[in-house]
């Protein structure tokens, strides 16, 4: 069983609903998911982990949130090479960059050598409708395909 690692910063709850539908899913393609939020993680402790996925909300006009500046700031020292690494969150679309604290990952994590996924998950607010929910899992799904191929697969979700 591969140990998958989901950590996330989330304020009001939503990029942890979206954790909690990702992990769901890949547990049902036989993945050992644990969770944990941002700011109690160091970049040490995460490489025990086969898969990562990293999810944040976005503050202000493109921000990351205070739980995940000092998380962001050790990755600039971190060798992730071989780790497969994926990267969500949520955000809204009344602010002029909408989830930019997903590309801000997306783009650290990619500095570490790792092999980053690189279809983004973006979703508004909470995953409350059928679309979204159904966006979360789609995610889940490749990722775990992309884990398990040595290709990539598309997927076209944001």
């Not at 992990?23 to 990562?52: A, H, N, P, W």
């Not at 500046?69 to 602010?95: P, V």
Request: charged share 30%; proline share 2%; net charge negative.
């Amino acid at each position: 069983m591969k140990k998958t690692l989901i950590i996330y910063a989330s304020m009001s709850g939503n990029t942890e609903d979206i954790a909690k539908l990702i992990g769901k899913r890949l547990q049902e393609d036989e993945m050992d998911v644990t969770y944990e939020e941002m700011d109690v993680c160091d970049s040490e402790s995460i490489k025990e982990y086969d898969y990562i996925l990293a999810g944040s909300y976005t503050w202000g006009d493109g921000d990351l949130p205070y739980e995940a500046e000092d998380f962001y700031e050790e990755l600039s020292d971190a060798d992730f090479t071989g780790k497969k690494i994926g990267c969500f969150g949520s955000g809204d679309h009344s602010y002029p960059k909408f989830c930019e604290a997903v590309d801000i990952l997306h783009g650290r994590f990619t500095e570490t050598g790792a092999d980053v996924f690189t279809d983004l998950l973006k979703i508004e607010g909470s995953p409350e409708t059928d679309e979204d929910i159904s966006e979360c899992i789609r995610f889940a799904e490749v990722f775990s395909k992309w884990c398990a191929k040595s290709g990539r697969v598309a997927l076209n979700v944001t």
